[in-house]
């Protein structure tokens, strides 16, 4: 097909005179990587020209076979073997045009051949005697400020073991990861020449390192892609999808990267790691093996952990025990069910007073004696005075000997546990209620609405609030009478 587009470089160069500096010399140095070389070498120099007081000079050079075709040095877009292979990086075939659009002037030269980019624009193609090996200069305007930062980044490339890579003369050394894993993510690949590069998932290593300067980092097969949230650097060793900047990865591919560094580094979290963003995402992935969730389950929330429930005599019993009263809300809702797919349960399951022939009923009508209507008609009128709206009151006998709760309350309903109070505890004195009494129907209408862990200093203050805001009612002279 005959091509029906031209590229205008000023169109060029403004796409990509905005990218830092390391992120053009990277096309370089991954193009180098992607061919069968043993070296490549990355030599940066601060310079001037005449033009301009402030320029660097950058020259990669490696030792492979050179260009399979020397158009390829300044036609955007062709169609490359790259695209059928997965553990390459090239597809786009744009890689050394991005650094040489923003170039004063460049150079490539490769195997038989020279091209030159003059400061004028358009080329220059001699012929030369080198038989190994390619090398890609560029004199770039940019301040210095940014020779320090991209020294930097290039050096945190991870190089592959069979190649020495060199930054202004020093070889990296190899970093040692401290785990691997397989996992299956996406890639983007072509079936053949000149055939659309499609989305396809296939399992790849995934290598994992300690950040060289505590921020983590994804790679491509040792070329740095972007920042990550999580404390590691993950090396995937397969083409990785992404746009033709080849800086930035969906949400949803580092979700499933996250998944996967999870399994490996989950035995080594700490409480406070535990919390991070990262650690939610990977639990929220369906990958991540409930044996997982579950180490991170118990990190996060503690080995003696339950969900908050509306009963509050659950939350209540719970917390007695010993227990750590998780409310959902801190959960997010995918997190929260695979909690609860590993073991994760509601306050009320083990705690929570139980239906009659588990240990609870209601005591029956013709039991309850003329005190104990008494103190429910006016707990009764307590609760609509404190609370502002009708509670309910029942009187309930509890068999459970290991269960020493006298009351609770929950869903507007307060329970009176009669065989725990005996019914001396519901006589009044010439018609008054007493002071235990009170006390005991105020603590528990301080649940009403309360869901965060009980008996806290927050709770104790609504117990007080409760407290004083019965005192006024007695001092107004609006008070209970007995009917």
Known sequence: MKNR???????MRGLHAGRPLWSLVKELVSNSWDEDVTLCTVTMRKTS??????????????????????????????????????????????????????????????????????????????????????????????????????????NEFLPPAHITYTVNGVVAEPRVSIGTTTGALQTVLASGIGQPIRYTTRKTAIDIYEPLNGTGHI???????????????????????MPPNRDTVTNAYLQDVYAEVLTVVAKDLKKSEASEAWVQMGVEDQRTPDDTVEIVMKAKLGPDAVLHSTDTFANENAHDAGMDIIHPRT????????????????????????????????????????????????????????LGFEIKVRFVQMKAVADNRIAQYGGRTLDFVSNRLGNKWFEMANGVPTQVQTSLIIHELA??????????????????????????????GDWWVRS
């Open 5 to 11: 587009f031209e590229v205008s470089t000023e169109g």
């Open 49 to 154: 020209t005449p033009e301009h007081s402030e320029v660097i000079e950058i020259i990669v050079e490696d030792d492979g076979a050179g260009f399979i075709d020397i158009n390829d040095a300044f036609t955007i877009m062709a169609p490359t073997l790259k695209r059928i292979n997965a553990v390459v990086r090239g597809r786009f075939n744009i890689g050394e045009k991005e650094i040489l659009s923003v170039a004063e002037e460049g150079t490539v030269e490769t195997v038989g051949t020279t091209i030159h980019f003059p400061r004028e624009g358009g080329r220059e193609i001699t012929s030369n005697d080198r038989t190994k090996g390619t090398v890609v200069s560029a004199i770039i305007e940019r301040p210095w400020t940014e020779y320090d930062e991209t020294i930097k980044a290039l």
């Open 219 to 241: 790679y491509e097969m040792g070329i740095t892609i972007q920042p990550i949230d999580m404390p590691y650097d993950v090396d995937i060793q397969q083409k990785v999808p």
């Open 331 to 386: 959960l997010s809702k995918k997190e929260r069910k695979r909690f609860q797919d590993v073991g994760l349960v509601s306050s009320i399951v083990n705690y929570g007073l139980k239906e009659k022939g588990q240990g609870l009923e209601e005591l029956k009508e013709h039991r309850r004696t003329k005190d104990m209507e008494a103190v429910a008609q006016y707990a009764e009128w307590l609760g609509k005075k404190l």
């Open 447 to 476: 649940h009403e609405g309360f869901s965060k862990t009980p008996h806290t200093g927050e709770y104790v203050h609504r117990i007080a609030d409760l407290g004083a805001k019965a005192t006024h009612i007695a001092l107004t």
